[in-house]
């Protein structure tokens, strides 16, 4: 594996849209008691259930701890690798790398991770070894990493087209915990050089309390070119609502980068969600202190689903607003099969599907 110091750009790589071809996909296997209630028995069979539909259509490799490893594999089905590899969390979205193809031949880009803000409003300490995943993976992958360490920027914070343009949120990429030293300006450089784009549609926002400082990927998300789910809901009291609805003004007004107008259908929320105290009572303290408290609400969202090759797979909350949800992704991705996975035990983590796969480019 080598470092290389130029930008994607200038060598003609870019990030592909998600419903490109993949290779595969990574992810962590979940271990710490603090994000995951009752030892995270629960959320591991959703993590192999979601391990096990993505299966079906690409390569996934899971990374699990020298602790864990046993466990990983014998819940893991055969077909499905795992690897030991060390992390702070689960996150693979945020903190395995970003691959970016030249049509041929793929490479990662290592950007730098301080567990969403650093000391100023980041989720735990330390973050070192989720920092340094990316570039183990880029080893196993035997793939050519771009180093970005010194720009700190998650995954799960960028949606591409494939054909120029992202969208980002200005709540997280310009939060006080990531960047401070940067411009928005200059941020955005970040992003047309190693994305290789060439317009960022930026939103003001994500969802209510998404403790990520709002990810783009559970808000919006393409669809195809020219195509975005929107997260929806249509009660004015809720304080999703004016959120929601400053991310449609500005999607109406937006262009892509080739200029089309963007339409933008609404995938309906569910009602709010809330952590009861028999799930607080399953999770760890952190530093002394509870890491979630009854009532609290969480940040579900049917937008933060996977597109596999020949699956989406999409989280489900035991609500009403399951089923319709189901049914628009199922006739905006007729050619793949949607796949609904229960995601409490992902959602009580703070993050859901999208959060926890990272796609792996065809090469
Ligand atoms: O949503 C994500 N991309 C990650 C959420 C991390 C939450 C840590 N408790």
């Given at each position: ?38 030892g ?30 046993e ?30 193809t ?10 730098g991770?301080?567990?969403?803000g ?10 070192d ?14 793939k ?5 360490g010194r ?29 401070p030293?940067?411009s928005?300006t200059?941020?955005e ?10 317009k ?11 403790e990520?400082n ?11 070119p ?6 929806w809901t249509?009660?004015?009291n809720?304080?999703?609502?004016e959120?929601?609805?400053s ?14 107008r963007?339409?933008?259908?609404k ?9 009861t ?11 002394f202190k ?12 049917y ?39 229960a ?12 959060c ?7 090469f």
């Amino acid at each position: 594996m080598k470092i290389i110091n130029s930008t994607p750009r200038s060598d003609g790589f870019r990030m592909p849209a998600e419903w490109e071809r993949h290779y595969g996909c990574v992810m962590i296997f979940p271990e710490r008691a603090d994000s995951w209630q009752y030892g995270a028995y629960a959320a591991r069979r959703a993590f192999v259930e979601t391990a096990s539909a993505i299966a079906e259509s690409e390569h996934v490799t899971v990374c699990a701890s020298a602790n864990q490893y046993e466990n990983a594999r014998r819940m893991m089905p055969s077909h499905i690798r795992v690897v030991e590899m060390s992390s702070n969390d689960a996150w693979a979205r945020d903190y395995a790398p970003t691959f970016v193809t030249n049509g041929s031949d793929i490479r990662g880009i290592n950007w730098g991770f301080n567990a969403w803000g650093g000391l100023v409003d980041g989720l735990y300490f330390p973050w070192d070894k989720d920092d340094a995943m990316a570039r183990k993976l880029c080893d196993l992958f035997d793939k050519d990493m771009y180093d970005l360490g010194r720009f700190i920027l998650e995954g799960g914070s960028i949606h591409v087209d494939g054909e120029g343009t992202c969208i980002t949120t200005e709540a997280c990429l310009l939060s006080a915990g990531r960047n401070p030293n940067l411009s928005k300006t200059e941020i955005e450089n970040y992003l047309r050089e190693c994305l290789n784009v060439n317009k960022v549609i930026w939103l003001k926002n994500g969802i209510f309390g998404d403790e990520t400082n709002e990810h783009v990927d559970n808000i919006c998300a393409f669809v195809k070119p020219a195509e975005v789910v929107l997260a929806w809901t249509d009660d004015t009291n809720d304080p999703q609502y004016e959120l929601s609805r400053s991310c449609l003004e500005i999607l109406e007004r937006e262009t892509d980068a080739q200029g089309r107008r963007i339409t933008v259908h609404k995938l309906r929320l569910p009602a709010p969600v809330t952590i009861t105290e028999d799930e607080c009572a399953g999770l760890d303290t952190m530093n002394f202190k509870p890491t979630r408290t009854p009532g609290e609400r969480l940040a579900a969202s049917y937008v933060n689903f996977y597109i596999a090759n020949g699956a989406v797979v999409m989280p489900f909350f035991g609500d009403p607003a399951d089923e319709p949800a189901r049914e628009l992704l199922a006739a905006l991705f007729p050619e793949r099969k949607v796949v609904p996975i229960a995601a409490r035990d992902i959602l009580i983590g703070g993050g859901n599907i999208h959060c926890i796969t990272q796609q792996i480019p065809m090469f």
